[in-house]
């Protein structure tokens, strides 16, 4: 009888090390926060190998929580080790070292962690410890439907990956605790056009008023002989690790083949009105990936001030026509990040087709986007 | 004769029968079927109704241990039965079989009309499936399938299974080369002119492009939402994962809606795009699972200067 090789986990199915470099850089600017930056890891992390889960835990002020997810299957995962007091998460983050599961039927380390995994369908596991100024802050687990050993390449997917984390998760929660600097670097960097982007990351930076910094902008231009718009995209390209966003036409990122759509004004199908009682914005037209950053803009703004625990925030979506899924996305996502900080984020009148994308998109995640019917 | 762990490995094992008799078809299926019975192992079948009532002959008695899977809900849509399937084996894995078996066959419509996306759903279980103990066992029968089908039977199976046994494959191809090739599928509509043709469009002219199509056509109000929403999320992904120029053509007919949208990239890398559900805040892939879920035929084509998505909603039968 012919024998065959256990074929090894096709390492990083759908990025090389340079493009999850540029990945992970890019969400460090783009995400809510340090909350929504680990969500990401967690699902670049998942989608390493095919049908990957993924989950971030980190040590807050010694005590390891389960931070981010990319789904049920790895959120239940952690609560399992969470509750046993053990496993391979928790383990990578004591003592510091790669642990690897290649076969949770067979592994006899942690009983009751194993016996959860297969029975989720979750064969093998690979928990990385993230790892800055020497000391451990969390740990990054990949599960895999596979049962087979993690190859090399894919570990050093993790590693990049955990290293990265660590260092953005760790920068992001120092921003949160400088205070209003860390919203300054926010908004500067969703706002546009460029000038005032860095703008902002020229006040975060050097903790001075829009003024003082419009002037270092504008000094630095008349010394160097450079236009305005040229220093200023350095500027944001220095601290974003991604050029600037270019508000109209197709323009080529260096190095990518991926394209920035036109924003805003290019379609103007989507109107976003603040509203105060509730707390909340009103969409109304056709949001599609075009008007991803109007409305990611919109959301990040309630998350400027922090709703207070209780507080609903409201999105209107009763004259929303038309959304596509990159834009559901980012409501999916603001509603990850309203129940972390203890609010809810609710969808007020969606549509029926609203709601069947909801359904056919995500309805296999746990969901925190609580909807409602309108008044 | 082998159960439990084959030729050493626990994870998938995807078999192909081709045969060209009744006879034939119950010397290779009984076999596989009382094989799985006498293990113990869950044992499953999804055929249609004459398949099935010969296999029930054929077993006799002990059909009734068999869990026979009604026609059609199995295989409704290639993305839908990959997740029906997984949802199937985590369940037995849960319930602590180490070991089952499936027997199946495509319903005519599948290997007739839209076999280019079976014929993706047959390379990427490769993957999709890896990591269940699962021998599947997929029937074609060559009286009444196309050549070109069988062709892709066999590009598409790690083994081949007959009365004498399961053989090693030399036609097989990996799951990922074979997803690369070109793709068929092209609907007769798409020799006469569009309805509208836009290049380079936005997502809001391309979405008014499919709607006027959907309003000059004879299709439901859902299935022209469905369309819209499709051409809406595989243009996004031109756009922003291909290379230009993207050129959006629609064609509208009393029965059904065609798109195909084409840029100069080289599609998505990812085997399974599309096919199975994203985690819930992965990028990629959404849009494109969105639309193997909305539309009744979706085609990822590969040619030399081109990579190509079609999109039909409404009668596939053309």
């Known amino acids: 009888m012919e024998t065959r090789e256990p074929r090894p986990l096709p390492a990083a199915l759908t990025w090389d090390l340079h493009e999850l470099a540029q990945a992970i850089q890019r969400r460090l600017w783009s995400s809510f926060g340090a909350d929504g930056f680990a969500y990401d890891v967690a699902a670049l992390a998942g989608d390493l190998v095919a049908c990957g889960s993924a989950a971030v835990l980190m040590s807050d002020r010694g005590r390891p929580t389960t931070v981010a997810h990319s789904d049920a299957t790895a959120a239940d995962l952690h609560t399992v080790q969470l509750a046993d007091g053990d496993g391979p998460s928790l383990a990578a983050l004591r003592a510091n070292v790669f642990v690897e599961l290649a076969d949770t039927v067979s592994d006899e380390r942690w009983r009751v962690f194993s016996e959860k995994a297969a029975g989720s369908g979750v064969l093998a596991v690979a928990a990385v410890p993230m790892v800055v100024e020497r000391s451990v802050v969390g740990s990054l687990t990949l599960y895999s439907r596979r049962p087979e050993a993690l190859s090399a390449q894919l570990r050093t997917c993790l590693d990049l990956l955990a290293d990265q984390a660590g260092h953005g998760w760790s920068s992001l929660v120092r921003q949160r605790e400088l205070g209003d600097a860390s919203e300054h670097m926010v908004k500067a960097l969703t706002s546009r056009p460029v000038i005032d982007q860095a703008i902002g990351v020229l006040m975060a930076e050097s903790r001075c008023t829009a003024g003082a910094a419009f002037d270092m902008l504008r000094r630095h231009s008349s010394n160097n002989n450079r236009k305005l718009r040229d220093v200023a995209a350095e500027i944001v390209t220095r601290a974003s690790g991604a050029p600037p966003e270019t508000p109209h036409g197709f323009t080529f990122r260096d190095g990518t083949s991926t394209r920035s759509l036109p924003t805003g004004p290019a379609t103007g199908r989507l109107t976003v009105t603040g509203t105060d009682a509730p707390r909340g914005v009103r969409l109304a037209g056709e949001a599609d990936a075009t008007e991803r950053t109007t409305l990611r803009d919109a959301l990040g703004e309630l998350f400027v001030r922090p709703p207070a625990p209780g507080d609903d925030l409201v999105v209107d979506v009763a004259d929303l026509e038309f959304i596509d899924v990159a834009c559901l996305r980012l409501l999916v996502q603001g509603a990850d990040l309203a129940h972390e900080r203890g609010s809810r984020l609710v969808l007020r009148s969606p549509s029926a087709s609203l709601l069947s994308l909801l359904e056919s998109t995500w309805s296999a995640a746990p969901m925190h986007l609580d909807v409602e019917d309108g008044p | ?318």
Do not use: K
Request: with cysteine; hydrophobic share 40%; glycine share 10%.
């Open chain 2, 1 to 318: 004769m082998s159960t439990g762990v084959v030729d050493g490995r626990s994870g998938h094992v995807h078999e192909a029968l081709l045969y060209g008799s009744d006879e034939e078809f119950l010397a290779t299926t009984v076999p596989f079927l009382c094989e799985g019975l006498a293990a113990r192992e869950p044992t499953v079948v999804s055929l249609g109704e004459e398949r099935e009532a010969l296999v029930r002959d054929g077993l006799g008695s002990d059909a009734r241990h068999v869990s026979f899977l009604r026609d059609g809900a199995q295989y409704g849509r290639p993305s839908g039965a990959i997740e029906a399937y997984r949802d199937l084996f985590s369940r037995h894995v849960r319930a602590g079989a180490r070991q089952f078996r499936v027997l199946g066959a495509l319903p005519p419509a599948a290997t007739a009309t839209t076999w280019s996306w079976w014929a993706r759903y047959e390379a990427a279980v490769n993957l999709a499936y890896d990591g269940f103990p699962v021998r599947t066992l997929c029937s074609y029968d060559t009286r009444t399938v196309r050549d070109e089908v069988l062709d892709d039977v066999r590009s598409t199976h790690p083994y081949l299974t007959t009365s004498a046994g399961r053989a090693d494959n030399p036609d097989f191809v990996a799951a990922e080369d074979f997803l690369s090739r070109p793709a068929g599928g092209v609907d007769p509509l798409e020799a006469t002119p569009p309805f509208a043709e836009v290049l380079d469009p936005l997502p809001a002219a391309a979405r008014d492009a499919a709607a006027a199509a959907g309003r000059a056509s004879g299709c439901t109000a859902t299935q022209v939402r469905d369309f819209v929403a499709s051409v809406s999320e595989v243009v996004v992904n031109a756009l922003v994962h291909g290379q230009p120029p993207v050129l959006l053509r629609v064609w509208a007919a009393s029965d059904r809606l065609v798109a195909t949208v084409a840029d100069r990239g080289t599609g998505p890398r990812d085997p399974l795009a599309g096919l199975v559900r994203g985690s819930a805040s992965a990028r990629p892939g959404v849009g494109l699972w969105l639309a193997h879920q909305s539309c009744d035929h979706v085609v990822l084509g590969l040619d030399p200067d081109a990579f190509t998505v079609r999109l039909v909603v409404g009668e596939t039968g053309h």
